[in-house]
């Protein structure tokens, strides 16, 4: 089992950037792929982005496409998350999970998952 800590959410304005962090202790990074989710209030929990152990595959949630880049650094067991020109609609709690394995292919369910951090919040305004 991984432990996942995210960071880096804040209050920021419509057209502003933000990068989540994800830090995982306990194992190796690389041997997990890496997603991010995000839950607003009083919606369901949905799919944003992964990555798969090694880089070389990502995929990302229609909305978030040529704004939000999925990344990751091995050596610093680390998983990121770049937010540019945020939207209102994309305030929401963010939350990294990991999927063990080196594999192909992109998982977007949060059944796909088996480890999670508590989450960060990010609030955009108008």
């Known amino acids: 089992q991984v432990q996942l800590v995210e960071s880096g959410g804040g209050l920021v304005q419509t057209g502003d950037s933000l990068r989540l962090s994800c830090a995982a202790s306990?194992?190796?990074?690389?041997?997990?792929?890496m997603a991010w989710f995000r839950q607003a209030a009083g919606k369901e929990r949905e799919f944003v982005a992964n990555i798969n152990w090694n880089g070389e595959e990502r995929t990302y949630v229609d909305s978030v496409k040529g704004r939000f880049t999925i990344s990751r650094d091995n050596a610093k067991n680390t998983a990121y998350l770049q937010m540019n020109s945020l939207k209102p609609e994309d305030t929401a709690v963010y939350y990294c999970a990991a999927r063990f394995g080196m594999y192909s292919g992109s998982y977007g369910r949060t059944q796909d998952y088996a480890d999670w951090g508590r989450g960060t919040q990010v609030t955009v305004s108008s």
């Open positions: 306990g194992r190796r990074l690389s041997e997990y792929g």
